[in-house]
Protein backbone atom coordinates (compact mmCIF):
# COMPACT_ATOMS: atom_id res chain seq x y z
CA UNK A 1 0.00 0.00 0.00
CA UNK A 2 1.35 3.11 -1.47
CA UNK A 3 1.83 6.10 1.23
CA UNK A 4 1.66 9.80 0.19
CA UNK A 5 3.96 10.93 -2.96
CA UNK A 6 4.79 14.01 -3.63
CA UNK A 7 7.16 15.22 -6.84
CA UNK A 8 10.03 16.75 -7.38
CA UNK A 9 12.02 16.01 -4.03
CA UNK A 10 14.05 19.02 -5.25
CA UNK A 11 13.36 21.93 -7.08
CA UNK A 12 15.54 25.42 -7.70
CA UNK A 13 13.83 28.27 -9.39
CA UNK A 14 14.50 31.70 -9.78
CA UNK A 15 12.53 34.87 -9.00
CA UNK A 16 9.59 35.71 -10.35
CA UNK A 17 8.94 32.11 -12.00
CA UNK A 18 6.34 29.68 -11.57
CA UNK A 19 6.41 26.33 -9.98
CA UNK A 20 4.27 23.21 -9.68
CA UNK A 21 4.59 20.66 -7.17
CA UNK A 22 2.63 17.85 -7.38
CA UNK A 23 1.04 15.04 -4.55
CA UNK A 24 -0.46 11.53 -5.00
CA UNK A 25 -2.58 10.50 -1.85
CA UNK A 26 -2.22 7.39 0.24
CA UNK A 27 -4.74 4.71 -1.54
CA UNK A 28 -8.51 5.10 -0.17
CA UNK A 29 -7.77 8.85 0.57
CA UNK A 30 -10.18 11.42 -0.63
CA UNK A 31 -8.71 14.73 0.47
CA UNK A 32 -5.51 16.37 0.09
CA UNK A 33 -4.23 19.48 2.36
CA UNK A 34 -1.21 21.52 1.58
CA UNK A 35 1.13 22.86 3.85
CA UNK A 36 4.44 25.31 3.82
CA UNK A 37 7.49 24.84 6.48
CA UNK A 38 9.70 27.33 6.37
CA UNK A 39 13.33 26.38 7.59
CA UNK A 40 13.19 26.19 11.32
CA UNK A 41 9.73 26.40 11.63
CA UNK A 42 6.62 24.42 12.54
CA UNK A 43 4.11 23.45 9.18
CA UNK A 44 1.33 26.39 8.20
CA UNK A 45 -1.68 25.63 6.72
CA UNK A 46 -2.07 26.54 2.98
CA UNK A 47 -5.28 25.10 1.86
CA UNK A 48 -7.35 21.83 1.70
CA UNK A 49 -8.83 20.27 -1.84
CA UNK A 50 -11.54 17.46 -1.63
CA UNK A 51 -14.17 16.89 -4.40
CA UNK A 52 -12.13 18.87 -6.62
CA UNK A 53 -12.65 21.89 -5.10
CA UNK A 54 -11.06 23.95 -2.23
CA UNK A 55 -12.50 23.24 1.13
CA UNK A 56 -10.71 25.85 3.12
CA UNK A 57 -8.12 28.10 2.70
CA UNK A 58 -4.33 29.67 5.27
CA UNK A 59 -3.38 32.85 4.76
CA UNK A 60 -1.75 33.06 1.45
CA UNK A 61 -1.90 35.39 -1.02
CA UNK A 62 -3.40 34.69 -4.13
CA UNK A 63 0.10 33.08 -6.12
CA UNK A 64 -0.29 30.31 -4.50
CA UNK A 65 -3.59 27.98 -6.28
CA UNK A 66 -4.25 24.47 -5.96
CA UNK A 67 -5.81 21.54 -7.96
CA UNK A 68 -7.32 18.58 -7.84
CA UNK A 69 -7.56 15.86 -10.25
CA UNK A 70 -10.81 13.11 -10.62
CA UNK A 71 -8.51 10.29 -8.63
CA UNK A 72 -7.63 12.62 -5.78
CA UNK A 73 -4.54 13.69 -6.93
CA UNK A 74 -3.39 17.27 -6.07
CA UNK A 75 -1.24 20.16 -7.78
CA UNK A 76 0.32 23.42 -5.52
CA UNK A 77 1.53 26.17 -8.22
CA UNK A 78 2.85 29.54 -6.92
CA UNK A 79 3.24 32.02 -8.98
CA UNK A 80 5.68 35.31 -9.44
CA UNK A 81 7.93 33.23 -6.97
CA UNK A 82 9.65 35.29 -4.04
CA UNK A 83 12.98 34.50 -2.46
CA UNK A 84 10.65 34.18 1.06
CA UNK A 85 8.38 31.51 -0.87
CA UNK A 86 11.75 28.77 -0.50
CA UNK A 87 10.27 26.12 2.20
CA UNK A 88 9.92 22.77 2.35
CA UNK A 89 6.11 21.94 1.07
CA UNK A 90 4.06 18.92 2.66
CA UNK A 91 0.92 17.08 1.15
CA UNK A 92 -1.08 15.31 3.70
CA UNK A 93 -3.67 13.47 2.46
CA UNK A 94 -6.73 12.20 4.79
CA UNK A 95 -10.32 10.39 4.25
CA UNK A 96 -12.96 13.68 4.85
CA UNK A 97 -14.77 11.44 7.28
CA UNK A 98 -11.46 11.21 9.45
CA UNK A 99 -9.61 14.38 8.44
CA UNK A 100 -8.00 14.62 11.60
CA UNK A 101 -6.17 11.67 10.77
CA UNK A 102 -3.53 13.37 8.33
CA UNK A 103 -0.30 11.41 6.54
CA UNK A 104 2.15 13.00 5.34
CA UNK A 105 4.34 12.73 1.85
CA UNK A 106 8.12 13.12 2.38
CA UNK A 107 7.90 16.66 1.24
CA UNK A 108 9.51 19.06 -1.94
CA UNK A 109 11.88 21.18 -0.63
CA UNK A 110 11.42 24.59 -2.87
CA UNK A 111 14.33 27.10 -3.31
CA UNK A 112 14.06 30.27 -4.61
CA UNK A 113 17.07 31.90 -5.88
CA UNK B 1 -6.70 32.67 16.78
CA UNK B 2 -5.72 29.21 17.86
CA UNK B 3 -1.54 29.16 18.71
CA UNK B 4 0.82 26.02 19.58
CA UNK B 5 3.43 26.97 21.95
CA UNK B 6 6.68 25.19 22.70
CA UNK B 7 8.93 26.75 25.01
CA UNK B 8 11.89 23.94 24.37
CA UNK B 9 13.83 24.48 21.11
CA UNK B 10 16.06 21.85 21.81
CA UNK B 11 16.47 18.90 23.93
CA UNK B 12 18.89 16.33 24.56
CA UNK B 13 19.24 13.35 26.82
CA UNK B 14 21.05 9.92 26.91
CA UNK B 15 19.64 6.67 25.70
CA UNK B 16 17.39 5.29 27.50
CA UNK B 17 16.06 7.72 29.59
CA UNK B 18 13.23 9.14 29.84
CA UNK B 19 12.28 12.75 28.27
CA UNK B 20 9.76 15.21 28.49
CA UNK B 21 8.40 17.65 25.79
CA UNK B 22 6.19 20.49 26.71
CA UNK B 23 3.59 22.05 24.67
CA UNK B 24 0.50 24.63 25.56
CA UNK B 25 -2.00 25.67 22.84
CA UNK B 26 -4.80 28.31 22.99
CA UNK B 27 -8.30 27.90 21.71
CA UNK B 28 -12.26 29.21 22.65
CA UNK B 29 -12.98 25.95 21.05
CA UNK B 30 -14.26 23.05 23.48
CA UNK B 31 -13.83 20.00 20.81
CA UNK B 32 -10.51 19.30 19.44
CA UNK B 33 -8.03 17.05 18.64
CA UNK B 34 -4.16 17.45 19.80
CA UNK B 35 -1.39 15.71 18.25
CA UNK B 36 2.34 14.94 18.37
CA UNK B 37 4.20 14.47 15.05
CA UNK B 38 7.83 13.66 14.31
CA UNK B 39 10.00 14.64 11.80
CA UNK B 40 13.45 13.00 11.44
CA UNK B 41 16.25 14.22 8.78
CA UNK B 42 14.52 12.66 6.28
CA UNK B 43 11.48 15.51 6.63
CA UNK B 44 8.87 12.86 6.18
CA UNK B 45 5.87 14.24 9.40
CA UNK B 46 5.23 10.63 11.65
CA UNK B 47 2.21 10.66 14.06
CA UNK B 48 3.30 10.05 17.43
CA UNK B 49 0.25 10.34 19.32
CA UNK B 50 -3.60 11.55 19.07
CA UNK B 51 -5.58 12.71 21.86
CA UNK B 52 -9.24 13.82 21.64
CA UNK B 53 -9.93 16.14 23.91
CA UNK B 54 -13.31 14.86 25.33
CA UNK B 55 -11.36 12.15 26.43
CA UNK B 56 -10.32 12.38 30.24
CA UNK B 57 -7.71 9.54 29.79
CA UNK B 58 -4.50 10.18 28.77
CA UNK B 59 -2.93 8.42 25.53
CA UNK B 60 -0.07 5.66 24.98
CA UNK B 61 1.36 4.34 22.72
CA UNK B 62 4.23 2.18 23.73
CA UNK B 63 6.87 4.00 24.69
CA UNK B 64 5.09 7.40 24.06
CA UNK B 65 3.00 8.95 26.59
CA UNK B 66 0.84 12.26 26.97
CA UNK B 67 0.01 14.53 29.90
CA UNK B 68 -3.45 16.40 28.89
CA UNK B 69 -4.44 18.90 31.09
CA UNK B 70 -7.76 20.49 29.67
CA UNK B 71 -8.03 23.78 32.07
CA UNK B 72 -4.26 24.72 31.80
CA UNK B 73 -4.34 23.83 28.26
CA UNK B 74 -1.46 22.24 28.30
CA UNK B 75 -0.55 18.70 26.24
CA UNK B 76 2.76 17.52 26.74
CA UNK B 77 4.91 14.30 25.31
CA UNK B 78 6.81 11.73 27.55
CA UNK B 79 9.48 8.93 25.90
CA UNK B 80 10.35 6.52 27.99
CA UNK B 81 13.14 4.45 27.51
CA UNK B 82 14.54 6.77 25.05
CA UNK B 83 16.14 5.10 21.76
CA UNK B 84 18.72 6.62 19.42
CA UNK B 85 15.82 6.40 16.85
CA UNK B 86 13.62 8.93 18.83
CA UNK B 87 16.26 11.66 17.38
CA UNK B 88 14.22 14.22 15.17
CA UNK B 89 12.32 17.44 15.40
CA UNK B 90 9.41 16.88 17.67
CA UNK B 91 6.00 19.18 16.92
CA UNK B 92 2.65 19.48 18.58
CA UNK B 93 -0.55 20.17 16.89
CA UNK B 94 -4.04 20.78 17.52
CA UNK B 95 -7.40 20.94 14.69
CA UNK B 96 -10.40 21.90 15.81
CA UNK B 97 -13.65 19.24 15.53
CA UNK B 98 -14.94 19.93 12.14
CA UNK B 99 -11.99 22.26 10.63
CA UNK B 100 -9.38 20.98 8.16
CA UNK B 101 -6.24 22.18 9.52
CA UNK B 102 -3.85 21.64 11.89
CA UNK B 103 -2.06 24.30 13.54
CA UNK B 104 1.53 22.97 14.68
CA UNK B 105 4.19 24.62 16.89
CA UNK B 106 7.36 25.88 16.18
CA UNK B 107 8.98 22.33 17.38
CA UNK B 108 11.64 20.97 20.07
CA UNK B 109 14.90 19.55 18.57
CA UNK B 110 15.18 16.20 20.53
CA UNK B 111 18.77 14.59 20.22
CA UNK B 112 19.25 11.16 21.86
CA UNK B 113 22.79 10.42 22.66
CA UNK B 114 24.32 6.97 22.91
Known amino acids: DAGVTQSPTHLIKTRGQQVTLRCSPK?????VSWYQQALGQGPQFIFQ???????QRGNFPDRFSGHQFPNYSSELNVNALLLGDSALYLC????????????FGPGTRLTVT | AQTVTQSQPEMSVQEAETVTLSCTYD???????LFWYKQPPSRQMILVIR??????QNATENRFSVNFQKAAKSFSLKISDSQLGDTAMYFC???????????FGQGTRLTINP
Open chain 1, 92 to 103: ASSVVSRVYEQY
Open chain 1, 27 to 31: SGHDT
Open chain 1, 49 to 55: YYEEEER
Open chain 2, 27 to 33: TSENNYY
Open chain 2, 51 to 56: QEAYKQ
Open chain 2, 93 to 103: AFMIQGAQKLV
